[in-house]
């Protein structure tokens, strides 16, 4: 039977983990200046921004993401903000429609998939930008690479290249991504299939579809 793998660092029930990433600190402060908000993009931006300064949590913040949402929340910050969809552009649209009048800090990874700076400066909106993190490649031997069949999880576009840096692509696997972002990275011959939410449980939620459909042919 074929099986489901999660790229993800956190692991999921039914899921066979194949964490493609690795984190690390690139700041040892964090520039607040005149920002009054902040936006994170992701759960490990918030776990960066509490390693490096617990203060962030004095800021009010954006959050996109259940699951950045939920890190913020949990750590004792504020969310005043939280689109439930996310896909680059949209994000900066909803900037300048609610946020224009505000002095944004935005916490970032070193690698991002959509320049929100560069879109929000030709409409006249300077948003601030801090990398606190980068990811690299987890490196794995080449028997370690996932079944024909299989359906594989990807939660970010660094998940694609680091998993096609290690193993490749072959023709009879099945693609799960969290969002259209991350799909644009995938090759264009991979069947792929959207989760419902940009969450990772939905992800799963839509491999265990996918997989049954695919067992009842």
């Given at each position: 039977?074929a099986?489901?793998?999660?790229?993800?660092?956190?692991?999921?029930?039914?899921?066979?983990?194949?964490?493609?990433?690795?984190?690390?600190?690139?700041?040892?402060?964090?520039?607040?200046?005149?920002?009054?908000?902040?936006?994170?993009?992701?759960?490990?931006?918030v776990?960066?921004?509490?390693?490096?300064?617990?203060?962030?949590?004095?800021?009010?913040?954006?959050?996109?993401?259940g699951?950045?949402?939920?890190q913020?929340?949990?750590?004792?910050?504020?969310?005043?903000?939280?689109?439930?969809?996310?896909?680059?552009?949209?994000?900066?649209?909803?900037?300048?429609?609610?946020?224009?009048?505000?002095?944004?800090?935005?916490?970032?990874?070193?690698?991002?998939?959509?320049?929100?700076?560069?879109?929000?400066?030709?409409?006249?909106?300077?948003?601030?930008?801090q990398?606190?993190y980068?990811?690299?490649?987890r490196?794995?031997?080449?028997?370690?690479?996932?079944?024909?069949?299989?359906?594989?999880?990807f939660?970010s576009?660094?998940?694609?290249?680091?998993?096609?840096?290690?193993?490749g692509?072959?023709?009879?696997?099945?693609?799960?991504?969290?969002?259209?972002?991350?799909?644009?990275?995938?090759?264009?011959?991979?069947?792929?299939?959207?989760?419902?939410?940009?969450?990772?449980?939905?992800?799963?939620?839509?491999?265990?579809?996918?997989?049954?459909a695919?067992?009842?042919?």
């Amino acid at each position: 039977m074929a099986k489901i793998y999660l790229l993800s660092p956190t692991p999921r029930e039914g899921t066979e983990p194949l964490p493609m990433i690795e984190f690390s600190l690139t700041a040892n402060t964090i520039e607040f200046g005149e920002s009054d908000t902040l936006m994170f993009t992701s759960k490990q931006a918030v776990k960066s921004a509490e390693a490096i300064d617990p203060s962030w949590k004095k800021y009010p913040t954006v959050a996109i993401g259940g699951a950045t949402k939920a890190q913020i929340e949990a750590l004792g910050g504020r969310v005043i903000y939280h689109p439930e969809y996310f896909y680059g552009k949209s994000l900066a649209e909803d900037i300048v429609r609610f946020f224009s009048d505000r002095k944004l800090l935005y916490l970032r990874p070193k690698e991002v998939s959509f320049d929100s700076k560069t879109y929000l400066q030709k409409v006249g909106i300077a948003l601030q930008e801090q990398i606190i993190y980068e990811t690299a490649c987890r490196k794995y031997a080449r028997q370690m690479k996932p079944e024909e069949g299989s359906i594989i999880i990807f939660t970010s576009p660094s998940t694609i290249r680091c998993f096609l840096k290690n193993f490749g692509w072959d023709s009879s696997y099945k693609a799960v991504v969290i969002g259209e972002a991350t799909k644009a990275h995938l090759p264009s011959e991979a069947e792929t299939y959207v989760a419902d939410r940009p969450l990772i449980d939905a992800c799963v939620e839509k491999a265990r579809e996918v997989l049954l459909a695919s067992n009842s042919k």
